[in-house]
Each structure stands twice: as C-alpha cells, then as structure tokens.
C-alpha cells in the first residue's frame, strides 16, 4: 500500500496523456528507485519550466524566453509564415526541420460545435502580422479534420486583400490525422508538395 503522497504522484502522472494507472504506476516506481538521479533531475526541471514558462507574444509559442526562440532567431525567413492550430503542430514541424520560415499559432479551430469563433482565435492578431508588410508566403498547415480546412478556408477569404501568397499543406496527409503524430517523412512530403489555396 503506497503513502498519500505516492498515490497523488500515480494519479497526477496517469493523468498525462499515453499514461493510464499502471504506466503511471511503473514510472513513479522507476522514479522511486532512482529518486537521487533521476527524480531530482524531474523536479528540477519541472520547476524550472513552471518559473519560466511565457507565451510569446509574436507567435503564440510556449517557451522559457519572450518573444521565443523561433522569433528571436535571425536565420529565420521572416518572409514566409506558418500557421498552425496548435502549440503541438508547431513542434511537430520545427521537430523536422523542414520549415526555415516563422510560425503564428491559432491557439484552435473554427467548431461551430464547441462554439470556437474568429474572435476565440488569434485570427486577427494573424492578419495584424501579414498587414504590416514582410510576408510574402503564408502556409495554413492546418489539421485535415473539416474543422481545421474550415479554418483555412476562413483564413485564406481573410487574407486575399494582401499581397501574399496563400499555400496549404498537401493533402497526402491522412484525413482526420494530426500533425504532432505524423512521422517526419509523411510531414517532409506535406511541406514540399504545398500548393496554392482555392
């Protein structure tokens, strides 16, 4: 019978996503017996990540430093811009290292379900950056869900005022897939096979 304390440790872990109880479980008995090496180093970098943790103010990333260091990196090509529903999707990308370009997260999807509007997302804030001039490409690297191609679409109607060139992801990606799951080589042909919107 665990303490209290190793209990709440189980339950905050199977909480995580790919962890039911007995993941969970196995890990916090592997943390145990390594508590000096390995269960200090967690702690230390969870509490470092939960002092440091900012949104950036350009992009919508989530990082340790503002703006982060995708924005902050001048060998970035600020002339073209991805846009991703997601946190997780803009990680998946840069993971590969296919995309020399700068981001902007939504933070979501259009949903008339979940009631998720415009104005829920960082929809405005995106055509705030391409208005200021210096985007010539916008990439809508939307999930291939209907709600994430509704996004898109909504996207693209928004952005034909200006003067940049509107690309989506190729459509060899599975319909209803992620992004932040797809393996590198699916994300690398998505990227080189973009093509003009409408």
Known sequence: MASQEIEALTTALSRL???????????????????????LALLEALDAVREGL?????????????????????????????VVEDVADLWALDRA????????????RLSALEGVRPEDLTIG???????????????????????G????????????????RITQLAHGLPVGGELDYLDEGTLAQALRARRPMG
């Open 97 to 108: 290292k296919l995309f020399a370009g700068k981001y902007h997260v939504l933070g979501g």
């Open 54 to 82: 900012v949104e950036c103010a350009v992009c919508g990333n989530v990082d340790t430093s503002n703006p982060c260091g995708i924005c902050a990196d001048p060998r970035r090509d600020p002339r073209s811009l991805c």
């Open 149 to 164: 191609q509704t996004t898109a679409h909504y996207i693209a109607e928004r952005l034909e005022a200006y003067p940049v």
């Open 125 to 147: 804030k995106l055509i705030e950056r391409v208005s200021q001039g210096g985007v010539d490409e916008v990439v809508l690297a939307m999930n291939a869900t209907l709600e």
């Open 17 to 39: 996503p790919g962890l039911g109880p007995r993941s969970a479980r196995r890990a916090v008995l592997w943390l145990i017996k390594r508590r000096e090496t390995s269960l």
